[in-house]
């Protein structure tokens, strides 16, 4: 039994989207994730950080969640930038059921256990970026609330926040969100979204006692990174 985890899949199937556009790494990584994953065990649990499809809609994305279907093992998903085919949790379970997708879970709003640890976590949001409006101001205020709501439900258990924005990186930190992570005594934070060049912005190691580590499926080269055994 393991806690896998890996974000942006930037999956292609139901959208003629392929990431290998953008060279380097990217290229042949459909079948690069298919070898890295295919060590998951069905006793395993693997949570995706976001960016999981390129569909815009859940019909589209179901060639997509038939690829992820065939990971034998307890699937965590939780919402990246450009998950588009994101709908309510009872939309998205009833998509599920209908077409035999099995033991896919979405975080939000609350937590799963894993061997006496939570796993918490949200989108998250890049603020400094994003302070065009109202309107971007009430999605970030949310997603603080969506943060706090998945700690809280935790309890008293130790606790691993997976964000799909990091949180702090160079030249740019999110206090709010980094507050939460101290306030709640987290012990590690996983995130995913950026690429490419963007991996040397990535701030990594312990910093104020927490455990920061960049999980995008291109700075893995497209292998699960392995949280807990």
């Avoid at 499809?53 to 699937?75: H, M, T, V, Y």
Wanted: aromatic letters at 14%.
């Amino acid at each position: 039994m393991a806690l896998y985890a890996i974000g942006d899949l930037h999956l292609c199937l139901g959208a003629p989207k392929p990431m290998d556009v953008f060279g380097g790494a990217w290229v042949g990584y459909m079948d690069k994730l298919k070898e890295g994953l295919s060590g998951i065990k069905p006793e395993d649990t693997l949570v995706l950080l976001g960016d999981l499809s390129w569909a815009l809609d859940l019909e589209g994305a179901k060639a997509d969640f038939a690829w992820l279907n065939q990971i034998p093992c307890r699937k965590i998903i939780l919402k990246g930038n450009h998950d588009y085919w994101w709908n309510t949790v009872r939309k998205f379970e009833l998509f599920c059921k209908e077409n035999g997708f099995e033991d896919f879970h979405i975080l939000h709003n609350n937590h799963f256990e894993y061997n006496g640890y939570a796993i918490c976590g949200t989108r998250g949001w890049f603020f400094e970026e994003e302070r065009s409006g109202q309107h971007d101001e009430k999605v970030f205020k949310r997603e603080l609330l969506r943060l706090e709501a998945s700690l809280k439900a935790a309890g008293e258990l130790p606790k691993l926040v997976f964000l799909h924005y990091p949180p702090r990186y160079k030249g740019y930190e999110c206090p709010e969100i980094l507050e939460l992570l101290k306030q709640y005594e987290v012990r590690c934070c996983y995130y995913g979204h950026l690429h490419g060049a963007s991996h040397g912005l990535a701030i990594e190691g312990i910093w104020d006692g927490i455990q920061y580590k960049l999980l995008s499926a291109d700075r893995l080269n497209f292998v699960p990174y392995q949280v807990l055994p």
